[in-house]
């Protein structure tokens, strides 16, 4: 059974930073790329950034560039999202994922996805 489990959410002032986990287990997790999604309260689920299984190449969203960062582990089985600059409009459940091939904004080719922690950031 595949379970992503996240963490690290919280309550941040803007400005401030927050480092999220996302352990893995139930699945050969060097063979998957990893990615963050988010949604917002009343907006539709969005891409964040993602990592490929063995390149390590990152994608971020125009929105978190130079702001947030992408790694992973494999030896721990734990991807992370190293969040810097927080600004209220970050405020969403984020979301961990998984996928045998590429994540993308398109969402397509998701085989595994978290259950989601809250990001809070008050201004």
């Known amino acids: 059974q595949v379970q992503l489990v996240e963490s690290g959410g919280g309550l941040v002032q803007a400005g401030g930073s927050l480092r999220l986990s996302c352990a893995a287990s139930?699945?050969?997790?060097?063979?998957?790329?990893m990615g963050w999604f988010r949604q917002a309260p009343g907006k539709e689920r969005e891409f964040v950034a993602s990592?490929?299984?063995?390149?390590?190449?990152?994608y971020y969203a125009n929105s978190v560039k130079g702001r947030f960062t992408i790694s992973r582990d494999n030896a721990k089985n734990t991807v992370y999202l190293q969040m810097n600059s927080l600004k209220p409009e970050d405020t969403a459940v984020y979301y961990c994922?998984?996928?045998?091939?590429?994540?993308?904004?398109?969402?397509?080719?998701?085989?595994?996805w978290g259950q989601g922690t809250q990001v809070t950031v008050s201004s």
């Open positions: 994922a998984a996928s045998g091939g590429v994540i993308t904004a398109a969402q397509t080719g998701i085989d595994y």
């Open positions: 139930g699945l050969t997790f060097s063979s998957y790329a």
């Open positions: 990592i490929r299984r063995s390149s390590g190449i990152t």
